[in-house]
């Protein structure tokens, strides 16, 4: 069963600093979406990446793919409160139209 | 244009009502998708439709029935359901073309109350 594992699962952070959120499998994806979820709203894609090795930025934003394809981070440069949300990694199974999301992580950026 | 737009935003219903849940997309995908999500926990994948077929059925009990009129729509009809099926139900699609890159693009969710 492929599973994605993110951490932390919490972090709550002053306004301008910076962070890490890490989405790990012990299997290779073919490509990986990051989300943000605000509460009672649908998760709004940010990413898609694709070749193991891939950065892609988004203002303040930098997604890495990693080299093996198993693993994915995300890095907020100057976090803001309207970073504050919940973070999910996401794949597609192989062979299927089935996505699997990763455990998530809750973001407060506090102002 | 990415838009998926689910109605209605909010739904509160008794156990003994029949109620419909809409999906909508215009952007030519040809996969769609039922999610139901839980506070603070991920979505949970419930139906799959690729070219208006049902693909996959993550064992979702009788209460819960979609459909799927045509390739631009997706309903969920909801009848006898009970408290614990409140949550956020999602839509989502993707170009079901089976690329590698099968990105989801997600509704913003209908906010379900069973009383």
């Known amino acids: 069963t492929q599973l994605l594992e993110q951490s932390p699962q919490f972090l709550s952070i002053q306004e301008g600093e910076n962070l890490t959120v890490y989405c790990n499998s012990s299997s290779v994806f073919s490509s990986l979406q990051w989300y943000r979820q605000e509460p009672g709203e649908g998760p709004v894609l940010l990413v898609t990446?694709?070749?193991?090795?891939e950065v892609k930025k988004l203002k303040r934003l930098t997604f890495q793919f990693g080299d093996a394809r198993k693993d994915s981070s995300l890095h907020i440069t100057a976090a803001q409160p309207g970073d504050t949300g919940l973070y999910l990694c996401a794949s597609l199974t192989s062979g299927t139209y089935k996505y699997i999301f990763g455990t998530g992580t809750r973001l407060k950026v506090l102002a | 244009d990415t838009e998926v737009t689910q109605t209605p935003k909010h739904l509160v219903m008794g156990m003994t009502n029949k109620k419909s849940l809409k999906c909508e997309q215009h952007?030519?995908?040809?996969?769609m998708y039922w999610y139901k999500q839980k506070a603070k926990k991920p979505p949970e994948l419930m139906f799959v439709y690729s070219y208006e077929k049902l693909s996959i059925n993550e064992s979702v009990p009788s209460r819960f029935s979609p459909e799927c009129p045509n390739s631009s729509l997706l309903n969920l009809h909801l009848h006898a359901l009970q408290p614990e099926d409140s949550a956020l139900y999602l839509c989502?699609?993707?170009?079901?073309?089976?690329?590698?890159?099968?990105?989801?693009?997600f509704g913003p969710g209908t906010r379900l109350l069973v009383l």
């Open positions: 989502a699609s993707s170009h079901g073309t089976g690329y590698l890159q099968e990105t989801q693009y």
């Open positions: 952007m030519g995908h040809r996969a």
């Open positions: 990446v694709v070749t193991g090795g």
